[in-house]
């Protein structure tokens, strides 16, 4: 209704700059262009590749989990939408031969610029010996078996002993567990690189402890993948403590209920004492306190060391915990060590020059409730004219692609619900020949979707030859090689 | 073959982008019964007039919906109810899932995994716990996905894993808001 009323009044189509093309840049446009199918979408991306997380978060034995991006592909078939690969905003590229430009010049050459550049930096625990070789974070980890360009020379130790140890208890730990201990023949049917499964299939890693600070009932993973780890064919799971569930299971709510009924079931493989057997556990109750090395190699981890904590309400899921009085240490042996305590978003570094504010405590873009970029309340609060932000720089680094999903579409809509006033300021916006005419740009090195479409169709072929979905290729210059 | 490169062919179509929305429509009423409810005279009068549209999916890959038109006399109904609560009374072949269903009638249910149980955003409640007992029951890979969907309730179930059954004939389900889940889904 509003689109058609719009159409009446105006004879501007509002331009919209999307900054990111993970699933919050594409559902933001696909909510968009849905309702209002006469807007014009400019959808930069730093890498040329797109969908952030979905191609470089999202583990390997997910893929239907990437099954979104047949939608993606078809937002891209829409006639008014442009990709922009290759091609970062705000910020430098961080690879050579990438593209830059200023978010000051696209604010000026679009009606609407959307935030949905995610969360790309990791958080650090700040304990000591996070410098030692052997402690990665996961953010790193997974990129490297996911193929991010900025990850893939990462060479994780795998192959120097058979303990790890994962500190945090979300999602992604226990996507870092089971690639750690699934068979690399199944991996390697996967779109896992070559470079990872090699040193995959080295790892000598097989006793893998995933631990938390709090308890069963306070972890952040869900059900789906605690099921997985527990399927997984000759893995065993190290039985859990009955003392930290309640006595009668049905007293909790329905989530916690079933994700407890798994933990204690268990794995049906028994842990072995023969060499070579796998097994995980959920280690609950420790805080880190610092990552050690041993004599014979002083720059390598070789174990870690906890604290014992206590809950102060065991069976509430928002309990806190402070450390056993008088205080408890243990110490897990550990060749390598993930740290997997959350993503973190940052800053574009032009937010200064333009003046947007940035709550750094919870590293998010400051928005109202539907998505529109405010001042501080010490600023007034009042909502910037024609800002907005979606996905994990809006909500932060939590929930799925389900939940960046709706949130998006609320971005979506404020968009819509904004366009007649934003356009009707009645001025043109240049959009991309905008940019192009006040920014130094070499534009043949800016990615189409074309492009993007010649680059997927080369990774399949070369996955063919190898028996697999894809072999991504891990490297922009080699991405951008297939273009010229 | 693998459930994703299943799925990849399944494509389901995006279900705001109707390929020929006056086609869409013309079939909407005439599966239905007897004259065409209120509802369904708006839905088809606002979408009618936007030619744009046709552009856009003329180059889309697949047309949305896997499902045949059922044969006379074969007819199964299902009512979705959208969120703006407007009815959509649809015939249908036994074995249909309700996600295929939905999308072929352009109602608003995303399927973001193409029907693989692995997103929850083809969650629909039914309405009447009478339907709900006639299905299977949901497995363990379905619950889970439940635990994740925002607003759950007793009867609800993923649309993509509900397939009609002459049971279920005169079932309505409800499509509930997509917004953000604040729930068990954090991804730290
Ligand atoms: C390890 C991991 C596994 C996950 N597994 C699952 C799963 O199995 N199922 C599930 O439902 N969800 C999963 N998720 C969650 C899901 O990935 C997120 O909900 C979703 O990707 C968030 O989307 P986003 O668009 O906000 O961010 P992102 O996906 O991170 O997209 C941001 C994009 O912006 C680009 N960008 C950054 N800076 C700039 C710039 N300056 N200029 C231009 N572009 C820029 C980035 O390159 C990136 O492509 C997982 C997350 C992680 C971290
Ligand atoms: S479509 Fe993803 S769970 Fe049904």
């Not at chain 1, 060499?275 to 190699?297: I, N, R, V, Y």
Request: charged share 25%.
């Amino acid at each position: 209704m509003l689109a058609l009323a719009w159409q009446r009044t105006n004879n501007t189509p509002p331009r919209i700059a999307i900054i990111g093309s993970g699933p919050a840049g594409f559902y933001t446009a696909h909510r968009t262009l849905t309702r209002l199918p006469t807007s014009h979408i400019d959808m930069y991306e730093a890498l040329p590749v797109p969908f952030g997380l979905v191609r470089f978060g999202v583990a390997p034995d997910h893929p239907e989990v990437k099954n979104c991006q047949d939608t993606f592909t078809k937002v891209a078939s829409h006639p008014n939408f442009t990709f922009l690969g290759n091609v970062s905003v705000g910020n430098p590229s961080d690879h050579d031969h990438g593209v830059g430009v200023s978010l000051g010049s696209v604010m000026r050459n679009y009606h609407a610029v959307v935030f949905a550049y995610g969360a790309s930096r990791d958080r650090k625990l700040g304990v000591r010996g996070e410098g030692l070789k052997g402690v990665y974070s996961a953010r790193e980890f997974v990129g490297w078996y996911n193929g991010l360009p900025a990850c893939a020379g990462l060479e994780p130790e795998l192959g120097r002993g058979e303990e790890a140890v994962v500190v945090g208890q979300g999602n992604v730990a226990l996507d870092v567990a089971r690639i750690l201990l699934s068979d690399v023949d199944v991996l390697a049917k996967l779109d896992v690189p070559e470079h990872a499964l090699a040193r995959l299939a080295e790892s000598k890693v097989r006793r893998v402890h995933v631990v938390g600070r709090r308890g069963p009932l306070q972890a952040a993973f869900s059900t789906k993948e605690a099921r997985e780890l527990m399927r997984l064919e000759g893995l065993a799971f190290h039985p859990l403590d009955k003392g930290l569930f309640p006595e009668d299971l049905k007293t909790l709510p329905r989530a916690s209920r079933r994700l407890s009924e798994i933990l204690l079931k268990g794995s049906p493989t028994p842990v072995s004492t023969t060499p070579g057997g796998k097994s995980w556990s959920l280690d609950f109750l420790l805080s880190p306190s610092a990552f050690l090395s041993s004599p014979d190699s002083p720059d390598h981890l070789s174990s870690t060391t906890f604290t014992r904590n206590t809950l102060t309400s065991p069976f509430s899921p928002t309990s806190s915990v402070e450390p056993l009085n008088p205080p408890e240490t243990i110490t897990i042996p550990s060749s390598i060590a993930f740290r997997s305590i959350g993503y973190k978003a940052a800053p574009l570094q032009d937010f200064q020059t333009v003046g947007i504010p940035f709550d750094e405590g919870r590293g998010v873009v400051k928005h109202d409730p539907a998505g529109r970029v405010q001042h501080t309340p010490q600023d007034g609060g009042k909502v910037f004219q024609g800002l907005y932000c979606t996905g994990w720089v809006k909500t932060g680094p939590t929930g799925v692609i389900a939940s960046t999903m709706g949130d998006a579409f609320a971005t979506g809509d404020a968009i819509v619900e904004d366009a007649e006033r934003l356009s009707n300021e009645g001025r043109i916006k240049g959009g991309w020949e905008g940019v192009l005419a006040e920014e130094n740009v070499a534009r043949e090195r800016v990615v189409s979707w074309e492009d993007w479409n010649r680059i997927d169709g080369a990774e399949k072929e070369r996955g063919r030859e190898l028996g697999k979905e894809r072999e991504k290729m891990v490297q922009t210059e080699e991405m951008l090689e297939v273009l010229r | 073959m693998s459930a994703f490169r299943l799925c990849a062919q399944r494509l389901p179509g995006l279900r705001s982008f109707p390929k020929q929305p006056a086609s869409a429509i013309t079939q909407k009423l005439a599966v239905s019964p007897s004259p065409p409810s209120r509802a369904q005279l708006l839905n088809a009068a606002r979408l009618s007039p936007r030619p744009q549209l046709r552009a856009f999916s003329a180059s889309a890959r697949v047309s949305h919906g896997h499902v045949d038109p059922p044969k006379p006399g074969e007819e199964l109904y299902v009512t979705f109810v959208d969120k703006e609560g407007e009815e959509h009374k649809i015939a249908v072949n036994a074995g249909d899932n309700l996600l295929d269903v939905a999308q072929a009638h352009d109602l608003e249910m995303e399927g973001a995994c193409g029907g693989s149980c692995a997103c929850s955003t083809c969650h629909v409640i039914v309405t009447d716990q009478k339907y709900y007992d006639q299905m299977p029951e949901p497995d363990d890979d379905e619950n889970d996905m439940l635990d994740l969907a925002f607003g759950l309730t007793e009867t609800s179930r993923l649309g993509c894993q509900v397939k009609m059954t002459k049971e279920l004939d005169g079932m309505v389900v409800k499509l509930p808001s997509m917004t953000r889940n604040l729930q068990a889904s954090d991804f730290k």
